[in-house]
């Protein structure tokens, strides 16, 4: 069987890689915190996986993490962008509003990537729990890849 990793990142107001996300599953959460994201950390937790799944993977969290580490993902691993399957089935939007059409529900729901963006700077001056609602965040996200992609298999089906 195909060895699966859904990834998402979490940036900063400057535009910095603050929280990488990776769940291969059926149980297997990795998720690195800036300032040890590093090409080394990226790859680790990467090793054995033949095909990556993001959602705009495509023209955010991999040109992102391209610039950011100097890995070139698409070109290391067989890359699908779940958001080019969902616009086929006539699902658009971000993330959040394809998860709320399909029923795929999440523990931090009601924040968006500006509130991600927002806990990291409440990390930086001091709140802890800001921190944990944020790597919450992005474990929802990626966990949520894999529930979304079984359910477009499910509608590509029908």
Known sequence: MLEKAYLD???SYDGYITVLGIF???DELYQVIHPDIDRDSL???LDGTEE???YWGHRFDLPVINRALGVDL????????????CHRLGLYGGLKV??????IGRESD???????MRLWEEWCHGDKRAL???????????????????????LGRR
Request: glycine residues 4%; charged residues 35%; proline residues 3%.
């Open 110 to 116: 009601g924040l968006t990537g500006s509130d991600a």
């Open 98 to 103: 394809v998860e709320k059409h399909l029923g």
């Open 43 to 45: 790859l680790e937790a």
């Open 132 to 154: 944990k609602k944020l790597l919450r965040y992005n474990e929802d996200d990626v966990v949520n890849l894999y529930l979304l992609e079984k359910e477009l298999a499910e």
């Open 52 to 54: 990556l799944l993001t």
């Open 74 to 85: 698409r070109q290391a691993f067989r890359s699908t962008d779940l958001a080019d399957h």
């Open 9 to 11: 990142i979490e940036t």
């Open 24 to 26: 291969r599953p059926p």
